[in-house]
């Protein structure tokens, strides 16, 4: 079962999930359909298994991101490195695909960024208010939210296609725009601090 799920997980995100068939995993992994069908009832199914997983890899990776460094703008700067790190490895196609296509999978994508990603963050600023890292004037959800859209640019071809930018490049100029607004002088400090490590 889990070999399945990390090769359909492979195969997700670099095509998205459309244009890949059961027929196309059972390839992929050198299996029969029927051996996949016996623990899967669909694609749909895979799916759903995927999304899980990739929430719950997730919130490791943030929650050791918040847990380990020593201030809140270590914490920022971590979480969106963390979050930045998984989408440049998945095709934006996935998305879409997640919206359009399967719905119980996109409702848990949602509910993973309503109610861990943005409380993770608008905690980690409130915290950084508290102790004069950030302005007091931000308002927190707003900018939760913002920070989350924000990190989709990171992966769009469009805007930014790899042939002109690399990821680094974009990254880093995302995260400076990100934080260069809410530091105080103190939180500006301490992300200089942090720069040779982000680059």
């Not at 490791?60 to 930045?84: D, G, M, R």
Request: hydrophobic letters at 40%.
């Amino acid at each position: 079962m889990d070999k399945i799920l990390f090769s359909a997980e492979k195969l997700f995100r670099k095509y998205g999930t459309r244009s890949i068939s059961m027929d196309d995993i059972a390839h992929h992994l050198g299996m029969s359909k029927k051996t996949i069908y016996e623990s899967f009832a669909d694609k749909s199914e895979i799916v759903d298994h995927i999304v899980k997983l990739i929430r719950k890899e997730l919130e490791h990776l943030i929650n050791n991101a918040i847990e380990e460094p020593a201030n809140p703008v270590q914490k920022l700067t971590k979480s969106f490195f963390c979050i930045s790190s998984m989408i440049k490895d998945t095709n934006p196609s996935l998305l879409y695909d997640l919206q359009k296509h399967h719905e119980s999978a996109w409702r848990t994508l949602l509910q993973f960024k309503e109610e861990f990603l943005i409380h993770k963050i608008t905690d980690t600023l409130k915290e950084g208010i508290e102790k004069r890292y950030f302005k007091t004037e931000i308002n927190t959800n707003v900018y939760a939210i913002y920070f989350l859209e924000v990190m989709s640019f990171t992966n769009n071809e469009k805007l930014f296609p790899k042939s002109v930018y690399s990821e680094e490049l974009v990254s880093n100029n995302i995260v400076d725009f990100l934080l260069s607004g809410i530091v105080t002088e103190k939180g500006k400090k301490a992300y200089e601090k942090l720069i040779p490590i982000n680059r």
